[in-house]
């Protein structure tokens, strides 16, 4: 008969599954690498190694459990090994996480790091949708339009259908939810996530409304950008300005 208090022995309660996932994310050098994985892409463990300064055989540790716990996956390529974000939900659970720190952002110590940061919080791929000051941007003049409802919580209209339409492959065959509020880490306001977003943002690449910025996730916006989101959304010129 197991011993009342018995940790050792005792089942685990509810909330050990989330226990278990905020702790993945409890160590600076795990988050530093899913938030490296925020670009969409598959990395290395050397390449993320790099991106969070640890020696790479202590990158694979922390991947290594990462992928255990379900944030990331594994892709072999031969007998090469990358790893990406799991799917949207973890994108989803690390953006929002990264809004919901506390306090000030860490203060910046060289030209560089303040010109990435720049960049990032201007325009920025959130694993598959648009982030940034852009990205919020193109929410706002999405519901300025009567394409996006926020009524009875976030909702696309007929008319925001259409729009999607208009720009190919709408309605997207998968049964992720249509529109999601993402909150912006550096905007702190939504942006536009969901199938919905996505579809927009790899519009926006394949269109060249978007380039990437020579830092990773950041993006910027081109001139055939600035003039289609100012015609097909009204996107204020001082928010579409290059930085």
């Known amino acids: 008969m197991t011993a009342p208090g018995n ?16 702790g993945l994310l409890a160590d600076g050098t795990r988050a530093t690498m899913c938030l490296a994985l925020m670009d ?4 290395t463990a050397t390449e993320l ?3 969070a300064g640890v020696a790479a055989s202590t990158a694979t540790e922390h991947l ?6 379900g944030l990331l996956a594994d892709v072999r390529q031969g007998r090469h090994r990358y790893v990406r974000l799991a799917g949207p939900a973890s994108a989803e659970l690390i953006e929002s996480l990264a809004a919901a720190s506390p306090g000030a952002p860490e203060p910046v110590r060289s030209l560089r790091a303040a010109t990435r940061r720049r960049a990032l919080a201007y325009a920025r791929t959130c694993y598959d949708h648009l982030a940034g000051a852009v990205g ?20 696309l209209t007929e008319a925001g259908e259409r729009w999607l339409s208009s720009l190919g492959g709408w309605p997207p065959a998968t049964r992720r939810q249509v529109v999601r509020s993402c909150m912006d880490w550096t905007e702190r306001r939504p942006h536009l996530g969901g199938a919905a977003g996505a579809l927009l943002c790899r519009h926006a690449i394949e269109a060249g409304w978007i380039v990437p910025s020579t830092h990773p996730r950041a993006v910027r916006v081109t001139d055939a950008g600035r003039a289609a989101l100012r015609e097909q959304l009204a996107v204020p010129v001082h928010v579409l300005a290059t930085r």
Do not use: I, K
């Not at 940790?7 to 905020?22: H, Q």
């Not at 339009?145 to 909702?155: K, N, V």
């Open 7 to 22: 940790r050792a022995t005792a089942e685990p309660t509810p909330g050990a599954g989330l226990a278990a996932l905020a």
């Open 40 to 43: 969409g892409r598959a990395w």
């Open 49 to 51: 190694a790099r991106a």
């Open 64 to 69: 290594n459990l990462l992928v255990a716990g």
């Open 136 to 155: 919020v941007a193109v929410t706002d003049a999405m519901t300025a339009r009567g394409y996006l409802s926020w009524e009875r919580g976030l909702a």
